[in-house]
C-alpha cells in the first residue's frame, strides 16, 4: 500500500472515532511530528558563506576566542 493510499485509510478511520481523547491524543501527534518536520526545513549555505564561516573560525581559534571542552561541560551540568 502506497503511502497516498495508507492516508485515505488513516483519514477513513479516524472520522469514525467517537472519543474525544483519541481525538485529542491524534491532534497532539500531528502537531508533534509538524513541529519536527518543520524544523528540518534550512537553507544550505552557500560556498562562500562556508568558507566565510571556516576563515572566521580559525581567525578566532588562533585568537583564543573560543571555549573548550570542559568550559561547556561546565556551563551545562
Do not use: C, H, W
Request: charged fraction near 45%; avoid cysteine; charge should be positive.
Amino acid at each position: 500500500m502506497n503511502l497516498e493510499a495508507r492516508k485515505i485509510e488513516f483519514v477513513k478511520e479516524f472520522l469514525k472515532l467517537q472519543s474525544e481523547e483519541a481525538v485529542s491524543r491524534l491532534e497532539k501527534i500531528l502537531r508533534k511530528e509538524k513541529k519536527a518536520s518543520d524544523e528540518q526545513i534550512f537553507e544550505p549555505m552557500t560556498q562562500d558563506e562556508l568558507n566565510k564561516r571556516i576563515d572566521q573560525s580559525e581567525s578566532d581559534f588562533r585568537n583564543n576566542r573560543f571555549k573548550g571542552s570542559s568550559e561547556l561541560l561546565a556551563k551545562y551540568k
